[in-house]
């Protein structure tokens, strides 16, 4: 099983920054997709960015591209963090902000930006940005 625990959510003043968390860790971790997703009140969950942990390849929501940057950073102990730094905060970026794993490999662009091509979700964090 995988486990997904972000961080680093809170809230911050329109323009300011903030950087995430996930760590995701498991022994039968082997899928290459993580990404970040938001979801704000009364609005459905959706796509912010993706990395392909084979290859580094990175995925970006249109709106979002010039603003956040995903990383990630894998350890020898099967342990993987993924970050999300986001910059030039506007309170419209106001949600819940998940972590997504998947548990297979992808090799086309299509699935990474999909939330249904991911097994293993976190529990979520709070990102509130004020005017």
């Known amino acids: 099983q995988v486990q997904l625990v972000e961080s680093g959510g809170g809230l911050v003043q329109a323009g300011g920054s903030l950087r995430l968390a996930c760590a995701a860790s498991?022994?039968?971790?082997?899928?290459?997709?993580m990404g970040w997703f938001r979801q704000a009140p009364g609005k459905e969950r959706e796509f912010v960015a993706a990395?392909?942990?084979?290859?580094?390849?990175?995925?970006?929501?249109d709106s979002m591209r010039a603003r956040f940057t995903i990383s990630t950073e894998n350890a020898d102990n099967a342990e993987n963090t993924v970050y999300l730094q986001m910059n030039s905060l506007k309170p419209e970026d106001t949600g819940v902000y998940f972590c997504?794993?998947?548990?297979?490999?992808?090799?086309?662009?299509?699935?990474?930006?999909?939330?249904?091509?991911?097994?293993?979700w976190g529990q979520g964090t709070q990102v509130t940005v004020s005017s």
């Open positions: 997504a794993a998947s548990a297979g490999s992808y090799s086309s662009d299509y699935y990474f930006g999909r939330p249904g091509s991911y097994d293993y």
């Open positions: 498991g022994r039968t971790f082997s899928g290459n997709a």
């Open positions: 990395i392909s942990r084979e290859y580094g390849t990175t995925y970006y929501a």
